[in-house]
């Protein structure tokens, strides 16, 4: 942490100690212990543990969802972009482990301001999925599924290696190495295009 700003250290100790412990299981003592700076920087930067909170939401959610503006845009045909997109969001995941278990696992999932907070951000996922995967696929097969399902469906599913790598490495005795990216991804894109898209989706 040493060539890090304080805000950095701040953000990267909250980061790793809510992926382990929780949000309601780290105390702001131990946070600023372990990012080696006082108690009151915590408030200076951020305002509050929750206002933390918020912004490693914030930076997640921003990453997230420009991978989907990039990957899900343009001509191409349905199955390339779900696959340019499914590789990407995979490769985000896996760069990012412990902010994708904040952002699932690890939330205050009955704080309302907390609700609403990713919320917003959900919201405007969904305007993407809605644009370059439902419309298209409405079009394509006659399917009607809404992006409020697809959306964490398709989340869910790329990021569920990640969520359960501790108790699958402990099943596989393989703790410690890397999961194969490009297999991972290989597969989960087949599973999600077989179930979603027929072959006429990718002659178009």
Known sequence: MKNLTPKERILQAAVYLFARQGFDGTGLRELAARAEVNL?????????????????????????????????????NLHTKLARFINSSVRYFDSGQDALLVMITELPHDDPDIIEHKATWAGQMAEVLEKEICQPLKEITGQNI???????MLTSLMAS??????VLDRVRGDAGNPVDIHLYTEIITSLFLQGIATEETTSN
Do not use: Q, W
């Not at 509050?48 to 930076?59: F, T």
């Not at 809404?146 to 964490?152: D, K, L, S, Y």
């Not at 290696?161 to 501790?166: S, V, Y």
């Open 40 to 76: 009151a920087m915590i408030n200076y930067f951020f305002g509050s543990k929750k206002g933390l909170l918020k912004e490693i939401l914030d930076g997640f959610f921003e990453g997230y969802l420009a991978i989907a503006g990039k990957e899900l845009a343009g001509t191409d």
């Open 146 to 152: 809404p992006a409020t399902c697809i959306g964490p």
């Open 161 to 166: 290696r990640f969520i359960f790598a501790p």
